[in-house]
Nanobody, 115 residues
Framework: QVQLVESGGGLVQPGGSLRLSCKPSGSIFRFFVMSWHRQAPGKQRELVASITSTDNTQYADSVKGRFTISRDNAKITVYLQMNSLKPDDTAVYYC?????????WGQGTQVTVSS
């Protein structure tokens, strides 16, 4: 059974940092486009960042310069380094792996930015 397991969420003060991790269950994910999405209460889910198998990256305008997505194919893990966090970054963050007709999601990890 394919699984994506996120970790690293939590409570952080404005201006702080967190690093999220996403661990897929199979090595085939090194060929997938991996993405982070987030959903805040009462809002639609939005794409935060994505990275291709050749390390091309894309970011939402709201996180450019603050968030960095990366992948370690040896560890089959995808990371989202989040710096200069703002209260508006508060959301459940989801990891997604996609390739062709295949589309897998993790269960989400809560990030709360509050003083």
């Amino acid at each position: 059974q394919v699984q994506l397991v996120e970790s690293g969420g939590g409570l952080v003060q404005p201006g702080g940092s967190l690093r999220l991790s996403c661990k897929p269950s199979g090595s085939i994910f090194r060929f997938f486009v991996m993405s982070w999405h987030r959903q805040a209460p009462g809002k639609q889910r939005e794409l935060v960042a994505s990275i291709t198998s050749t390390d091309n990256t894309q970011y939402a305008d709201s996180v450019k310069g603050r968030f960095t997505i990366s992948r370690d194919n040896a560890k089959i893990t995808v990371y989202l380094q989040m710096n200069s966090l703002k209260p508006d970054d508060t959301a459940v963050y989801y990891c997604q792996g996609s390739m062709g007709p295949y589309d897998y999601w993790g269960q989400g990890t809560q990030v709360t930015v509050s003083s």
